[in-house]
């Protein structure tokens, strides 16, 4: 399997149909689909499902775009590697950040970036944390910032900072009472939370079981935009970390850190033991440090700072 292949099975994911692709790569469209046919034959499996739409990939090919992604991606890297040092970085660096905390982190990075390895280029991508594990396991991203680290195999990892859940509410429809609240005095409030295979849904569950609190969560999104106006509007309270609603204080939206037991959770910065990061990557790595540090210090990120 050739490298021009990859390049061509990365264009056909992409473009989610083989005509298409072989437009944007100037080819014909049954040479495209011969090289399609010698890498199924090589590989011993179909790598892509056809219908009358275009193309899927099958399972062996979301693998195989995994793995042709990240090769690619540290191809085009050499270049840099080789030429670049950690004062002189250079290149493409791809960060996943958690929707909770990128508002706050993301214009600072990209400044202290500027100043400080301009000719690094990074890409940002946001998520929750679920999507932002599965960029990093599959080799999407170069760096992730998110909780439950210690949970995923084959990780590098530095503990940034420590956050406290809160429950947030409507002044208008829940009170303005203000202070702690304890975890069972939530209650039977209506609450908007993720999915159950979310790690923030998994946290506040096992917290409830423990205690023999059932919670009353009437409303699954796994969109933390969409959580900020359902608290806002009243239909609903929100068990979540302080920053995730931070702005929302200036719509009416009442905090109260939950007590008896304190929820916390660690993020982390992470990135895969066996890709290790270019001089780019570090400097990446480096500023996001720093830009954390800073924030805490400054109170513009509600958490505490670990060493």
């Not at 298409?20 to 040479?31: G, K, S, V, W, Y």
């Not at 000719?119 to 599959?138: C, I, K, P």
Request: proline fraction near 6%; hydrophobic fraction near 45%; include cysteine.
């Amino acid at each position: 399997m050739t490298l021009r292949q990859l390049k061509y099975f990365v264009e056909i994911a992409r473009a989610g149909s083989i005509t298409t692709a072989a437009n944007t790569l100037h080819i014909a469209q049954p040479a495209l689909s011969h090289h399609v046919a010698a890498m199924e034959e090589e590989m011993g499996a179909p790598l892509l499902t056809r219908h009358a739409r275009g193309v899927e990939l099958t399972a062996e090919g979301r693998r195989l775009l995994d793995r042709a992604t990240s090769i690619l991606r540290q191809i085009d890297s050499i270049k840099d590697d080789v030429r670049g040092s950690a004062s002189e970085a250079r290149g493409n660096v791809s960060l996943c950040l958690v929707g909770s905390v990128a508002p706050v982190l993301a214009v600072p990075l990209f400044r202290a970036l500027r100043e400080r390895a301009p000719a690094v280029q990074l890409q940002l991508s946001t998520g929750m944390s679920r999507e932002a594990r599965a960029l990093v396991e599959a080799r999407r991203v170069d760096l992730a910032l998110l909780p439950v680290a210690s949970e995923i195999s084959r990780l590098e990892a530095i503990p940034l900072f420590e956050e406290r859940f809160f429950l947030f509410g409507a002044a208008r429809t829940w009170g303005v009472e203000s202070g702690p609240i304890r975890f069972a005095d939530i209650g039977d409030r209506p609450l908007v939370a993720p999915d159950r295979e979310h790690d923030l849904r998994k946290l506040i569950e096992r917290t409830a079981l423990s205690l023999g609190c059932p919670l009353n969560v009437r409303y699954e999104l796994n969109n933390p935009e969409l959580y900020r106006d359902m608290v806002s509007e009243g239909l609903a309270c929100a068990v979540m970390p302080r920053n995730a609603l931070a702005a929302s204080a200036s719509a009416g939206v009442v905090a109260r850190e939950i007590t008896e037991p304190a929820i916390e959770r660690t993020q982390s910065l992470v990135w895969l033991v066996d890709h290790p990061l270019t001089p780019a990557g570090e400097a990446v790595r480096s500023a996001l440090v720093e830009v954390v540090g800073t924030l805490i210090d400054n109170g513009a990120l509600l958490a505490r700072k670990l060493p």
